[in-house]
């Protein structure tokens, strides 16, 4: 990718660098008719997780070749105090640079619960400053619904007056989209999925033998929503069909106390850092995704980077991104018996696993920065243009 030359800041003071896998050249495209400031406004890109990897992925793409982009960080992990401090700072922050002069977004990133909160009390400061808000949506249908049905009807008001008048709002899944423009007062929302990493370079390696294979699962046991005990409740089905399978378990939180009912075959890393992840992708087998709800989770891409067969759930953005019998196999979500199912038969059959995780690998390069730029280039002229 082209040197950034100081265009793409992080008002907490993160110097952007682009990842190794997200190296990439500027579009070919001609220049825009008007370069724009654009505030993008989430967690902070250093504490880890999907979201941040996204921020963080934005300020190293192509699109910071084209506007100035600047992250104002809403969370930070910590005390409460420490949140409520960071909080109060980006709101600061926001205002001074909506009363700037020039051409400038705000684009707020949001999944529920508090972050929906956060986002939604930005939106009002921007719009009172008159400054255009782009809002995108991170998470899954099932969570937005059951978050909408558990929050009274005036913190839900707020969520719709902000979803309502933004000036565009943006879904990383269709699923998503339908639910907040049928329930969150949006309009016209357009799915955005997240960018890609670039595939992974060398070939894709031999399958492994029938009924060894190494399966991979990283969404750990702090969040319910990632599947993690739907994955347990599976594995003595997968076991008893291949018991020469090896399952790497990685992820934020502690396993539960039955994982060590799993007769060895079962491997718990923990969390994993950029280089234990990439060590972890390149040698398994299957990518194993048996998540309730999502948005579209970057490690899905990732693992479509490298290559690797994908079982996941039909939920969020991964049916958009992931065409079953195609690129992997996709199963109701919280079926124990179809995940046990799926994975079985993908241990059974090396070669079809090997084509899936080909075609996974030729999907992922669809929908990398360079894409992604584009469209959210497309976004801000045409907010700005509103205005």
Request: neutral net charge.
């Amino acid at each position: 990718m082209k040197a950034l030359r100081g265009r793409a800041t992080l008002a907490h003071g993160l110097s952007p660098r682009a990842p190794a896998h997200m190296t990439s050249t500027s579009p070919a495209d001609p220049p825009t008719a008007r370069r724009v400031r654009v505030a993008h406004l989430g967690p902070d890109p250093r504490d880890g997780g999907g979201m941040p990897a996204v921020v963080a992925g934005l300020m190293a793409s192509p699109l910071a070749d084209l506007h100035d982009l600047t992250v104002i960080a809403t969370h930070q992990r910590g005390s409460v105090r420490h949140r409520v401090l960071v909080f109060a700072k980006a709101l600061g922050t926001l205002a001074a640079f909506c009363l700037r002069r020039g051409d400038r977004v705000v684009h707020l990133h949001t999944t529920v619960r508090g972050s929906m909160y956060r986002k939604t009390m930005c939106a009002m400061v921007a719009k009172a400053l008159r400054a255009p808000v782009v809002l995108q949506v991170h998470v899954g249908e099932p969570e937005l619904e059951g978050f909408r049905r558990r929050v009274d009807p005036v913190s839900l008001a707020a969520f719709r007056w902000a979803f309502g008048h933004a000036d565009r709002v943006l879904s990383v899944g269709a699923a998503s989209a339908r639910e907040v423009e049928e329930h969150y007062s949006a309009r016209d929302v357009e799915v955005l999925p997240n960018a890609a990493p670039a595939p992974v370079d060398g070939p894709i390696p031999d399958p492994a033998p029938e009924g060894r294979a190494r399966l991979l699962y990283i969404g750990g046991f702090h969040d319910p929503v990632k599947g993690g005990e739907v994955l347990l409740d599976a594995l003595p089905a997968i076991l008893a069909r291949h018991p020469g399978v090896q399952v790497t378990i990685a992820g934020p939180g502690d396993p539960p106390a039955r994982l060590a009912d799993v007769n060895g075959s079962a491997r718990w890393l923990g969390w994993l850092d950029a280089d234990a992840k990439a060590a972890a992708l390149r040698e398994a087998d299957v990518f194993l995704l048996p998540s309730t709800s999502e948005g579209l989770p970057v490690a899905l891409l990732e693992a479509m980077a490298y290559g690797k067969p994908i079982v996941a759930t039909r939920v969020g953005g991964i049916p958009d991104v992931v065409a079953d019998g195609t690129q992997g196999v996709l199963v109701p979500p919280g079926d124990v018996a179809a995940l046990a199912q799926a994975v079985g038969d993908l241990v059974a059959d090396p070669q079809r696993a090997s084509e899936l995780g080909r075609a996974a690998k030729e999907r992922v390069a669809e929908l990398g920065p360079d894409t992604i730029a584009k469209r959210l280039d497309l976004v801000y002229q045409e907010v700005i243009g509103r205005g």
